[in-house]
């Protein structure tokens, strides 16, 4: 392996910074909900899973701490075991810990492939490589498990075209008046993709509103498995509309258990986290569209995301939980040099 200098170990570009900051953050949270999970998990090839899960998250956390060691970084804080009560009765049923992987790690995947091809430091760019690697095959062998139980959601089999095709007419984009086509492929895959997140992000947000010590934190929680709901609903129609079967809540998977397993604070980034990531898998899905009644949906659901992660940032804030990422301050830099 190639030797660096010591100015190399020591610099960081905001990328850099910003990657490893997101990624230690949202890896100590997972270390805290997984060692949880695994308290009540019963399903041997369910706990095989979260196992796989829990150590991946401990070898980044760990690999980072020594990136920030040799470049001189603070640490951030993350979660901690005081984020956590391990011994908190069970709030999810097995299979709902198979759900909630698929549902983050996809989220984890964004976050590294985005950040592969703007980190310039070698030996960091290798390791969100690695993780890349990592958290695919995780997302795999959750998938093989869910299929192998009966409880992979994905679209039904369409039949293939007679042939290849051209778009002749404008009418290609309609989709609220006049002659409205059928969905493409693009279309149904990522209308599918969505309800799947957001009906994981339902049942967590039921769990944490059952559990919330917060009153405001808990109408918060409640605000958020209503615009779920909404968008669901809204998905399930396009596709009823198409004669495509809808996939079934998964609101069960969520026990009675009223006693908090995790922190105010570790819920409220949680779902701060991963309702930002919406933005980025509903743009994905805007931009693959060609109809213009679903380009309008998805508009709409981009604005209800932006106002609610909004909201929730001021809670953070105001609860002095909201730990700052590192910001980009060239200014010591120019009176060093």
């Known amino acids: 392996m190639r030797k660096r200098s010591t100015e190399e170990n020591q610099n960081l570009t905001p990328t850099e910074m910003g990657k490893m900051w997101a990624t230690y953050t949202g890896n100590t949270m997972a270390i805290c909900v997984l060692k949880y999970y695994l308290r009540h998990v019963e399903d041997p090839d369910i706990k095989k899973v979260l196992q796989h899960a829990l150590r991946l998250s401990e070898q980044i956390v760990n690999q980072i701490q020594i990136f920030y060691k040799e470049s001189h970084f603070p640490v951030p804080k993350g979660f901690t075991e005081d984020d956590v009560n391990l011994d908190a009765p069970r709030l999810f049923e097995d299979v709902f810990y198979l759900y909630y992987l698929q549902y983050t790690g996809k989220a984890g995947l964004s976050i590294y492939n985005a950040g592969i091809p703007l980190l310039t430091r070698t030996d960091i760019r290798d390791f969100f490589i690695q993780t890349l690697d990592s958290t695919i095959k995780l997302i795999s062998e959750v998938n093989d498990v869910l299929q192998k139980k009966g409880f992979l959601i994905n679209p039904p089999v369409s039949s293939p075209p007679d042939q290849v095709d051209f778009v ?11 002659d409205i086509r059928p969905l493409h492929g693009l279309e149904t895959a990522h209308i599918y993709d969505n309800i799947n997140n957001d009906m994981t992000s339902k049942a967590l947000l039921i769990g944490f509103s059952q559990t919330a010590n917060r009153e405001k934190v808990r109408r918060y929680f409640l605000r958020g498995k209503n615009i779920n709901d909404r968008h669901i609903g809204t998905y399930k129609k396009k596709l009823e509309e198409e004669k495509i079967p809808t996939p079934k809540s998964i609101d069960h998977l969520v026990t009675n258990s009223t006693t908090a397993p995790f922190s ?74």
């Open 264 to 337: 105010d604070k570790l819920m409220l980034y949680h779902k701060i986290d991963m309702f930002s990531m919406k933005v980025r898998t509903y743009a994905n899905g805007a931009s693959l569209n060609g109809r213009r009644d679903i380009g309008g949906m998805y508009a709409k659901f981009l604005l209800d995301v932006s106002l609610f992660v909004e909201d929730g940032a001021n809670i953070m804030i105001d609860h002095g939980w909201m730990e700052q990422p590192p910001l980009t301050d060239y200014t010591k830099r120019d009176q060093s040099e």
């Open 168 to 178: 002749h007419r404008q009418s290609f984009l309609n989709g609220m008046f006049g």
